[in-house]
């Protein structure tokens, strides 16, 4: 049993850990776009498409950095590495590669053939 609980408690750090990185991120993308100048006529596309790839970029780590808070309020309720579907185990190995996870692989994967058929 302390063999969890360290390695929930690695699992909390390296969250921690990138939680902050993905916030630095956040903000020098941030302040990329404050700086790009205005385009000329012939600059204007590859601008635009500069932009464009900001924004994703940032739209992803936006998305990422909601699901390690998420996991990090899990921690703090004591239901960290708890699948929030079935509540059964996640894989340590999951979460050693996917620290955020809060569905085992089977509901995982569940979720994921549901949410197919919907698109």
């Known amino acids: 049993m302390e063999a969890a609980v360290v390695g929930t ?3 909390v750090s390296r969250l921690e850990t990138e939680r ?3 916030l630095v991120k956040l903000e020098n993308l941030r302040i990329d776009l404050r ?3 205005e385009p000329s006529a012939e600059e204007a596309d590859v601008d635009a498409y500069e932009r464009e790839k900001t924004w994703a970029l940032m739209q ?3 998305r990422k950095l909601e699901s390690i808070e998420h996991a990090l309020e899990s921690a703090k ?3 960290y590495g708890l699948c929030e579907n ?7 190995a999951r979460l050693e590669i996917l620290p955020q996870a809060t569905l085992c692989l089977k509901c995982q ?3 994921e053939r549901l949410n197919r ?3």
């Open 35 to 37: 700086n790009m100048a």
């Open 20 to 22: 902050e990185e993905i």
């Open 117 to 119: 058929r919907r698109y």
């Open 9 to 11: 408690q690695t699992d």
């Open 109 to 111: 994967r569940q979720f």
């Open 86 to 92: 079935c509540g059964d185990r996640i894989d340590p």
């Open 77 to 79: 309720k004591g239901t």
């Open 60 to 62: 992803s780590l936006q």
